[in-house]
């Protein structure tokens, strides 16, 4: 399906989730690339995509980033950037050892969850870290303790949950998970181990929290919804699970191009929604091209949310070397 194209459909109403797209690590991330670019000149390189989109990585590869899988492609004396999902410590240990140049674009939010694995394997804890294993940031939080962590994505695995000392035993969770599935899987977990410890709340994320919450709020209003993220992208998989789960048909899709017809022959009611690393730009396109004349676009606001992060100091130290001036920038306005 061609961009910016009109579609004879039945549609009336398009009710847009809110809030949806980027959070607050992602807007971070994309910055931190932007302004290494601006600080350091290109190229710069980044481990892995910076955020899981396809369309934010191509955009900041034309104005001049490489994205690589591994270390082992970065040449001796370039600037790298480690992505939002975070990174085990022996990827930075490397990065230090070869002498590179690193900014750290890890959000402050999955930091969290590495010092709360830090804390508790320094004090012996065995760790249920829930997620998906084949996640970056499960793999980086995993790297902190190894030998201490395990991975379970499920309330199945718990019953075959072992661990050396039940006494001693603390959860953590993925950032991007499905609030509702980790509140069973967290549950299994207690009736199983009832000294198990963990964070006060999860460490679901509140963007996670707010797009799910928003899912919820329109689910029912709708007939179809579709949700504009990355197929590798772990919380706009979730907003899928979530419409699901509320009897709603839901659909990921890229971008306005994966839409096929049939999916909306007899949908009078269309909801939008966006996955945390999606651009805005994505969204208006598909409004854009749904939308025809009578079709009313409604927003429906689960909750306002007022977050953003400080850059790293490591930037900052760069621009301040190299005499270039980083537009000033807001503290994190909301608690994490
Ligand atoms: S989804 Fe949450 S944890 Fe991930 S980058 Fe955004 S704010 Fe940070």
Same mark, same amino acid.
């Given at each position: 399906m061609a961009r910016a194209m009109t579609l004879n459909l039945p549609i009336a109403e398009i009710v847009l989730a809110g809030p =949806?797209?980027?959070c607050a690590g992602v807007e971070r991330a994309i910055d931190i690339v932007e302004l290494a670019l601006d600080v350091c000149g290109s190229p710069v390189y980044v481990r892995k995509e910076i955020v899981h989109n396809p369309y934010v990585v191509e955009t900041l590869r034309t104005k001049g980033a490489i994205f690589v899988d591994?270390? $082992?492609?970065v040449p001796d004396d370039a600037t790298v950037i480690f992505s939002a999902h975070g990174i085990a410590p022996a990827v930075r240990d490397e990065a230090q050892h070869r002498g590179l140049r690193v900014i750290d674009a890890t959000c402050p939010l999955v930091t969290k969850v590495h010092l709360e694995a830090i804390r508790y394997a320094r004090e012996h804890y065995t760790i249920v870290l829930i997620g998906h294993e084949d996640h970056d940031e499960v793999i980086g939080t995993l790297g902190e303790a190894p030998e201490r962590i395990v991975v379970i994505d499920s309330a199945a695995e718990v019953e075959r949950l072992e661990v050396r000392d039940p006494e001693k035993i603390a959860y953590l969770t993925q950032t991007t998970l499905s609030v509702d599935d980790t509140r069973d899987v967290i549950a299994a977990l207690r009736m199983k181990f009832p000294k198990i410890v963990g964070p006060s709340r999860n460490d679901i994320c509140y963007a996670t929290q707010n797009r799910q919450a928003a899912v919820k709020t329109v689910a029912d209003d709708v007939d179809v919804l579709l949700v504009i993220g990355a197929k590798n992208s772990s919380n706009a998989n979730r907003l899928v699970e979530v419409a699901e789960n509320h009897g709603t048909r839901a659909y990921l899709i890229? $971008?306005? =191009? $994966?839409?096929?017809i049939e999916w909306l022959a007899n949908a009078r009611r269309v909801g939008v929604t966006a996955g945390a690393s999606t651009p805005e730009v994505l969204v208006s396109e598909t409004i854009e091209t749904l939308r025809h004349d009578g079709v009313q676009v409604r927003e429906v606001r689960a909750v306002e949310e007022d977050v953003r992060f400080a850059l790293p100091q490591e930037l900052e130290g760069m621009a301040r070397e190299r005499n270039v001036t980083v537009p000033a920038r807001d503290v994190m306005r909301q608690a994490i």
């Amino acid at each position: 399906m061609a961009r910016a194209m009109t579609l004879n459909l039945p549609i009336a109403e398009i009710v847009l989730a809110g809030p =949806r797209g980027f959070c607050a690590g992602v807007e971070r991330a994309i910055d931190i690339v932007e302004l290494a670019l601006d600080v350091c000149g290109s190229p710069v390189y980044v481990r892995k995509e910076i955020v899981h989109n396809p369309y934010v990585v191509e955009t900041l590869r034309t104005k001049g980033a490489i994205f690589v899988d591994e270390l $082992d492609e970065v040449p001796d004396d370039a600037t790298v950037i480690f992505s939002a999902h975070g990174i085990a410590p022996a990827v930075r240990d490397e990065a230090q050892h070869r002498g590179l140049r690193v900014i750290d674009a890890t959000c402050p939010l999955v930091t969290k969850v590495h010092l709360e694995a830090i804390r508790y394997a320094r004090e012996h804890y065995t760790i249920v870290l829930i997620g998906h294993e084949d996640h970056d940031e499960v793999i980086g939080t995993l790297g902190e303790a190894p030998e201490r962590i395990v991975v379970i994505d499920s309330a199945a695995e718990v019953e075959r949950l072992e661990v050396r000392d039940p006494e001693k035993i603390a959860y953590l969770t993925q950032t991007t998970l499905s609030v509702d599935d980790t509140r069973d899987v967290i549950a299994a977990l207690r009736m199983k181990f009832p000294k198990i410890v963990g964070p006060s709340r999860n460490d679901i994320c509140y963007a996670t929290q707010n797009r799910q919450a928003a899912v919820k709020t329109v689910a029912d209003d709708v007939d179809v919804l579709l949700v504009i993220g990355a197929k590798n992208s772990s919380n706009a998989n979730r907003l899928v699970e979530v419409a699901e789960n509320h009897g709603t048909r839901a659909y990921l899709i890229n $971008d306005v =191009r $994966d839409i096929r017809i049939e999916w909306l022959a007899n949908a009078r009611r269309v909801g939008v929604t966006a996955g945390a690393s999606t651009p805005e730009v994505l969204v208006s396109e598909t409004i854009e091209t749904l939308r025809h004349d009578g079709v009313q676009v409604r927003e429906v606001r689960a909750v306002e949310e007022d977050v953003r992060f400080a850059l790293p100091q490591e930037l900052e130290g760069m621009a301040r070397e190299r005499n270039v001036t980083v537009p000033a920038r807001d503290v994190m306005r909301q608690a994490i």
